[in-house]
């Protein structure tokens, strides 16, 4: 949380808390320039998925409905090991 104070016109001050700012649509993991409008669904060890941010450029789709991220769309396999 985020916290600014500002100036009111009556000149009384203000704290203004911004709380856990929702996340914007993200920008692409890959090329960081188009807003990601979807999210890799590689899964992980751990049971979840990746969740990476990637654009409609990027994404490697193996299937209807699946993304995976540009590193997981590459080596699926070493990804998995490296983590
Ligand atoms: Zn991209
Ligand atoms: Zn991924």
Do not use: W
């Not at 009556?10 to 090329?31: F, Q, S």
Request: charged share 25%; hydrophobic share 35%; aromatic share 2%.
């Amino acid at each position: 949380m985020s916290c600014h104070h500002v100036e009111l016109p009556d000149g009384h001050r203000a704290i203004v808390c911004v709380r856990g700012e929702r996340r914007r649509l993200a920008k692409c993991v890959k090329c960081e320039q188009r807003t990601a409008d979807r999210l890799c669904d590689f899964m992980l060890p751990n049971g979840k998925t990746c969740d990476a941010a990637v654009c409609a450029g990027c994404t490697s789709s193996p299937a209807p409905d699946v993304d995976y991220c540009p590193r997981h769309a590459i080596a699926p396999t070493q990804a998995t090991l490296s983590l």
